[in-house]
């Protein structure tokens, strides 16, 4: 396991407000450290996989502002295979197989909830191994994956 530190986390934080902010201005924003160490230390947290610096796409910006959670129940042999299938769609944002009483979650996102609907009942409920579906339609979206924080908790412990 990867031990992070704060000066990590203050890095990561400072990526996550604006993923194009230079190893310099973030050794300013820090303090005591130098530019070149920031660097090392970002260069580091990409390779061993700790982050990932990229772009994040608004769908809002294409006029697809309507989410929905979908649960899907799959026949047990056919489980991968529907998450697979699910993961080609353009429409489709997260997919996950799950345990308990659904077996595959997706996120959807579209232009409304008439194609929310269209999309379930005419595309994944036609996907072999399909046996239910459950939707629901996500108004507000409080927190997502890139807007996630490193926890205090996994900071190393200094004393080590």
């Given at each position: 396991?990867?031990?992070?530190?704060?000066?990590?986390?203050?890095?990561?934080?400072?990526?996550?407000?604006?993923?194009?902010?230079?190893?310099?201005?973030?050794?300013?924003?820090?303090?005591?450290?130098?530019?070149?160490?920031?660097?090392?230390?970002?260069?580091?947290?990409?390779?061993?996989?700790?982050?990932?610096?990229?772009?994040?796409?608004?769908?809002?910006?294409?006029?697809?502002?309507?989410?929905?959670?979908?649960?899907?129940?799959?026949?047990?042999?056919?489980?991968?295979?529907?998450?697979?299938?699910?993961?080609?769609?353009?429409?489709?944002?997260?997919?996950?197989?799950?345990?308990?009483?659904t077996d595959v979650?997706?996120?959807?996102?579209?232009?409304?909830?008439?194609?929310?609907?269209?999309?379930?009942?005419?595309?994944?409920?036609?996907?072999?191994?399909?046996?239910?579906?459950?939707?629901?339609?996500?108004?507000?979206?409080?927190?997502?994956?890139?807007?996630?924080?490193?926890?205090?908790?996994?900071?190393?412990?200094?004393?080590?």
């Amino acid at each position: 396991m990867y031990k992070i530190d704060k000066v990590d986390i203050s890095i990561v934080n400072m990526l996550l407000e604006n993923g194009r902010k230079s190893a310099s201005e973030i050794a300013r924003h820090i303090g005591d450290i130098s530019e070149r160490a920031v660097r090392y230390r970002i260069e580091r947290m990409v390779k061993k996989e700790i982050i990932r610096v990229s772009a994040i796409i608004s769908p809002q910006a294409f006029g697809l502002d309507t989410y929905a959670d979908v649960w899907i129940e799959v026949e047990s042999d056919k489980i991968l295979e529907v998450a697979n299938k699910m993961a080609e769609n353009e429409n489709v944002t997260y997919v996950a197989c799950s345990m308990g009483e659904t077996d595959v979650s997706i996120q959807v996102v579209a232009k409304d909830a008439a194609e929310i609907y269209r999309f379930v009942t005419e595309v994944v409920r036609k996907v072999p191994g399909v046996r239910k579906t459950v939707t629901a339609i996500v108004p507000n979206i409080l927190k997502d994956i890139y807007q996630w924080r490193i926890p205090d908790r996994a900071v190393g412990d200094e004393n080590e």
